[in-house]
């Protein structure tokens, strides 16, 4: 029987946060922990580490959600591999890369757990994967979106499992383009995934010939966008795109609604938008809206078979990063068993060597620089009259191919890729 965790906030040492960061050298911080890590047992348990916002503005989209979508992968497993047990230990970052920094050192040098995932918040999301990569651990970004994850920042030991914020602009971005949005103004979220979102949704309307008349930053966890719904409306510009996500988001558009903005002419763009975000929302205020997904409840018979199990357990409909959480963990287990040890450099390759085939992904896989490549949809938002119920607010409109969703390696920032003739290949 599966024992499930609850670890909360646990302090790490000055040394471990300095390694993350860089401000130590590996060699001495290496001397430094290895009096202070015991080493993993054989017979001991595997453990696996949600590392995720259960408090704040993200905890819709993943929080404790996620924590459910690993329980119900590891159970499905059968809760042990290799003869040891599989446990979950589940902890609140607080949208903060210290003290995410801090639990999974901590996790890593004093828990034994071998794998972070989840990571909500890019900034928490990409100091962990310098941490993952320092202790030799993996990580898996499911809940993070910015690009640079499997871009400049990208690591051996991490894997960018659902979306990242260059498939969000293929997808919304390109789409309103093709649509006649040819001018935008972005309302970002002054972190590294709202910069990196309005960077490279920029790229694409640039690169179709049109134009970005500017820009406005907020801080996390606003509650007032007023002056920046101002400044985009005063802009003239054709579409407003929201490079914000969760609470932030869902605060612009029901403020958007209340200035009449789109009554107006002008239309927004919610470049990350989660199922959470319409049911947060109502369909009578989110009608219209296209987004882009990894994953929808309604999709297929194999898609509401896990929802319907998720819903039972949550009472909730699993956002796409709940889902792909259940998908990452049951393929590192997967490949823990066939490859018959735990070290990050083989289960890695393995991870890698095998093709990914679930309820969620067909035919995925790990590209060298830790993207998965995975087939992508574009939704709109239905009205509350195409509605069936409550959850029924999709209807997809397209699908975006695995190969166009990623960024070329040829344009890759990633050291890990190879430059050579083939770096044009997906």
Not at 45 to 61: E, F, K, M
Not at 148 to 156: E, I, L, N, V
Not at 370 to 386: I, S
């Amino acid at each position: 029987m599966m024992k499930l965790v609850s670890h909360g906030f646990l302090a790490a040492t000055a040394a471990s946060i300095a390694l993350a960061f860089g401000t130590l050298s590996w060699p001495a911080a290496a001397q430094t922990t290895a009096t202070q890590a015991p080493p993993a047992q054989a017979t001991g348990p595997i453990r696996i580490g949600v590392l995720t916002d259960l408090s704040g503005s993200l905890a819709d989209l993943s929080g404790s959600g996620s924590v459910e979508a690993v329980k119900m992968a590891v159970e499905d497993f059968g809760a042990t591999v290799l003869g040891r047990p599989v446990e979950v230990l589940s902890a609140d970052h607080q949208n903060k890369a210290d003290i995410g920094v801090q639990i999974a050192a901590d996790w890593y040098d004093n828990k034994n757990v071998e794998v972070v995932i989840d990571l909500p918040n890019s900034a928490v999301m990409l100091a962990i994967q310098e941490l993952t990569r320092r202790k030799n651990k993996i990580v898996f970004g499911t809940a993070g979106g910015s690009s640079d994850f499997t871009g400049k920042a990208c690591s051996p030991n991490g894997i960018h499992w659902v979306y990242d914020t260059y498939a969000l602009a293929a997808g919304t971005g390109r789409t309103m383009v093709k649509q006649g949005g040819d001018s935008w103004y972005f309302i970002t979220l002054d972190y590294s995934f709202g910069l990196s979102l309005e960077r490279d949704t920029a790229a694409f309307v640039t690169g179709a010939g049109g134009k970005v008349l500017g820009s406005a930053r907020h801080p996390l966890n606003s509650a007032d966008f007023s002056s920046y719904l101002l400044q985009a409306q005063a802009s003239g510009a054709k579409v407003i795109g929201l490079a914000n996500a969760g609470g932030d988001l869902i605060n612009t558009v029901k403020q958007a609604a209340e200035f009449g903005i789109t009554k107006q002419g002008q239309k927004l763009a919610g470049l990350l938008m989660f199922l959470s975000d319409i049911h947060a929302l109502g369909l009578e205020t989110a009608q219209g809206l296209v987004l882009t997904e990894a994953f929808y409840w309604d999709q297929n018979e194999e898609t509401r078979a896990f929802s319907k199990r998720f819903f039972e357990r949550t009472g909730r409909m699993p956002t796409m990063v709940q889902a792909g959480n259940y998908g990452a963990i049951t393929h590192y287990l997967k490949a823990v068993k066939a490859a018959g040890a735990i070290d990050a450099p083989t289960v890695m390759k393995t991870m890698r060597d095998t093709p990914i085939n679930d309820f969620m992904t067909k035919n995925g896989r790990i590209r060298e620089d830790g993207r998965v490549l995975r087939d992508m949809y574009l939704f709109e938002v239905k009205t509350p009259a195409e509605s069936k119920g409550k959850w029924d607010y999709y209807k997809q409109l397209g699908i975006i191919a695995a190969a166009e969703a990623a960024r070329p390696l040829a344009e890759s920032e990633c050291p890990l890729v190879r430059k050579s003739a083939d770096a044009g290949k997906p």
